[in-house]
């Protein structure tokens, strides 16, 4: 009987450097990971140690120099360009520090876009974003613009947009560092709630210490490489 693989993502010996004029700066050196299907895994380390470069080699968006990447057992090396966006778009949600929602869009039509996307039709795809509005507590604000909401609602409908097209991982970018503590709580407990469902794997990047308790396991990079990876049943998850 064949033996069910569950993991989500599976970086091996990653190398990743960048030439600025006669400057060599190695950002990944080395790097081993795995991360498991429905789990969050917390990425974290000093500004400048690789930690952007690593989530965009995970993601598909920048190739490595030297190594191997897989997310479900895809082999990025092994897409074209044109298959990779695909791919992205298909398994992959974002949610980022700065909410990256389109002004001129209401909460719905931001949440639908993923959908559009994935070219699934305009109606069921509005039909959709609303019903994962109300999953996150937005059901009175469909119509809003983002200008309309605060910090907090508008993280909870760039979640709601990570999650409508139900992706195989959800990837954050700092994504309470602009909320308060009360706010940052609430976001966490909707991304582990409704994240990891389905064995739906959450990587996210962080510098909030506030939040490492939510984390099934923390990977501490530096220089370039992973230092450590501790499990939070065993504490060390302080700053």
């Not at 030439?19 to 190695?26: A, L, P």
């Not at 920048?62 to 082999?75: A, T």
């Not at 990837?171 to 469902?197: F, K, N, Q």
Request: one cysteine or more.
């Amino acid at each position: 009987m064949q033996v069910q693989d569950h993991t989500a993502v599976r970086c091996r010996g990653l190398s990743k450097s960048f030439h600025t004029g006669d400057t060599v700066i190695r950002a990944l050196r080395g790097i081993d990971l795995e991360v498991r299907a429905g789990e969050l895994l917390m990425l974290v380390g000093p500004s400048g140690c690789g930690k952007t470069t690593l989530i965009s080699v995970i993601t598909g968006i920048l190739n490595q120099d030297s190594g191997e990447c897989r997310l479900f057992d895809q082999k990025w090396s092994d897409l074209p360009e044109g298959a990779k966006t695909f791919y992205r778009g298909r398994h992959i949600g974002f949610v980022f520090q700065a909410f990256n929602l389109i002004p001129a869009l209401s909460a719905a039509e931001n949440v639908a876009v993923p959908l559009l996307i994935n070219r699934v039709p305009r109606r069921e795809a509005f039909q959709r974003a609303c019903a994962m509005l109300e999953r996150v507590g937005l059901g009175m604000r469909l119509h809003d613009v983002p200008s309309q909401l605060s910090g907090g609602q508008q993280q909870r409908v760039a979640i709601a947009r990570a999650l409508v097209h139900e992706p195989k991982l959800v990837v954050c970018d700092e994504p309470t560092s602009a909320l308060d503590a009360d706010i940052g709580r609430d976001v966490m407990d909707l991304l582990r709630s409704l994240g990891r469902t389905g064995g739906r794997a959450l990587i996210v990047v962080t510098h909030d210490s506030r939040i490492f308790h939510y984390a099934d396991r923390i990977a501490r990079m530096d220089d370039g490489r992973i230092s450590e990876i501790v499990d939070s049943n065993v504490g060390g998850l302080g700053s």
